[in-house]
């Protein structure tokens, strides 16, 4: 695998306006992402693993400037794609990519499967009619789908079958990266095998990179060379996918790691169970975001802000109990 470095976050904030009955209040903010960084190699499936409105989403749409940040950056290849102009943006477009987490809300329930996978081509105004056709029964093909699929509308597809097609379209101006947000989550646990398989089969075919967004560590774990954890807009850990479940350092991880269910019926009574709800993303909670649920907090958790901290070229972690600086007090 080249480790080269193909995306970089740099301190990628998003901060979205509050309304109330139709009105912005102001000087309220959902700070859905806060401060976020790391790189992404290429060639490997970086998985982003979270409950559910910790911002994951957001951050992967932010990556391929489907939303705009409020500050910070995003380097694609070196190029800086939150300055970028619109029509680099749309050469960018051919290099990344999204696949949906609901596969029937992103495909247009009027348009055949011919037209919705024509539309990439057409946009970017590439191939004949004829060759356009070829490569849209090459891609089904790709996928595990006959050609006879082309001529249906999406609600007769399985949802198996209309995900195949998403990751067609994601696939058909041969991209380098591609965001995965969430792409099993609405499927049955073993279409989600079958998904999980055809993804890994692309990647090693097409050379893709990916960033796999879920909320379930077992399936983040499946594919993923790397693994970051995030929190209420920040990221809490980063190491590679053994070390993540062999090793995991902060108490969220832990956490997430024993809410997995288990056949062994100990290890079921042993399991850690999180107290309290998550905090607010408008007004999220002062020094560590995890302290109001962290059964280990003390009272630095609750008024330093923990930095990243290094506990080897493969693991980092941002908590207090890993750190002797006293973080950055919290704004």
Do not use: W
């Amino acid at each position: 695998m080249d480790n080269k470095v193909l995306i970089r976050i740099k301190n990628l904030k998003k901060y979205f306006d509050v309304e109330k009955g139709g009105f912005r209040i102001y000087g309220s903010k959902v700070r859905a992402v806060d401060d976020v960084s790391f790189n992404i190699n290429n060639g490997e499936t970086f998985g982003l693993v979270g409950e559910s409105g910790c911002g994951k989403s957001t951050l992967g749409r932010l990556i391929i400037k489907l939303l705009e940040p409020t500050s910070g950056h995003v380097l694609f290849q070196n190029t800086d794609i939150t300055t970028t102009s619109k029509p680099e943006i749309k050469k960018l477009r051919k290099k990344i990519n999204i696949i949906f987490q609901d596969p029937s809300s992103s495909l247009n329930p009027r348009k055949i499967i011919q037209e919705i996978l024509m539309e990439p081509f057409i946009i970017h105004k590439i191939f004949t009619r004829k060759e356009r056709e070829q490569k849209i029964k090459n891609l089904l093909d790709v996928v595990g789908l006959a050609s006879y699929f082309l001529k249906r509308y999406p609600h007769e597809l399985s949802g198996g079958q209309k995900q195949r097609v998403g990751i067609a379209r994601a696939l058909a101006i041969n991209p380098e990266f591609i965001v995965c947000d969430e792409p099993v989550s609405s499927l049955d646990v073993s279409i989600q095998a079958q998904i999980i398989n055809l993804l890994e089969d692309l990647q090693k075919e097409f050379s893709l990179t990916y960033l796999f967004i879920s909320h379930n560590l077992n399936v983040v774990y499946q594919i993923s060379n790397k693994i970051a954890v995030m929190y209420l807009g920040k990221i809490v850990e980063i190491a590679n996918s053994v070390e993540l479940y062999s090793n995991p350092l902060h108490p969220y991880t832990k956490a997430l790691l024993a809410a997995i269910p288990q056949i062994n019926s100990k290890a079921q009574n042993q399991r850690l169970i999180l107290k309290g709800n998550v905090g607010d993303p408008v007004n999220p909670p002062s020094g560590c975001r995890f302290h109001t649920r962290c059964h280990k907090s003390f009272n630095r958790c609750k008024v330093y802000e923990p930095t990243m901290s290094i506990l080897n070229e493969n693991h980092f972690v941002a908590c207090h109990l890993y750190s002797n600086c006293g973080g950055t007090i919290h704004s």
